[in-house]
């Protein structure tokens, strides 16, 4: 079994389409003002929006960059406000943090090896 994919509400459809495509992200199915789903840059990942009346809680969606300080500089440059600039956090990941315009909480971040082994991974 492999994660395909997860669709995230948006209240302002078009604003979100818009954000997501100016992040970089590739969009691969659009139905107006009601679906739409991106392609990641990297890997085989998709994400959809999909309208809604009320915004997601306490959903983070991960995005995982191996060029993390360089990615965020880059969207800084291009406007984009983030709630959290790279920090190395204890759980030993660097991790970046922004909204999108529904204010569903994105986390870009680069872990290296520790995403899948920390040294405290659970052994079988």
């Not at 809604?52 to 969606?61: E, I, M, N, R, W």
């Not at 500089?73 to 600039?85: I, K, M, P």
């Not at 922004?98 to 569903?104: A, E, F, K, T, V």
Request: charged share 20%; aromatic share 12%; with cysteine.
């Amino acid at each position: 079994m492999n994660l395909n994919q997860i669709t995230l509400p948006v209240i302002d459809f078009d604003r979100a389409v818009d954000f997501y495509r100016d992040m970089g992200f590739t969009l691969i199915v659009h139905s107006p003002h009601r679906y739409a789903r991106f392609e990641c840059p990297d890997g085989d990942a998709t994400f959809s929006l999909h309208a809604a009346d009320h915004p997601a809680s306490g959903l983070v969606v991960y995005f995982e960059c191996a060029d993390l300080d360089a990615r965020v500089q880059s969207l800084v440059a291009a406007g984009f406000t983030f709630t959290q600039l790279p920090t190395d956090e204890r759980w030993l990941w660097r991790e970046a943090r922004l909204n999108d315009p529904s204010g569903n909480v994105l986390c870009l971040f680069w872990a290296g090896d520790n995403r899948k082994n920390p040294p405290w991974r659970v052994t079988a």
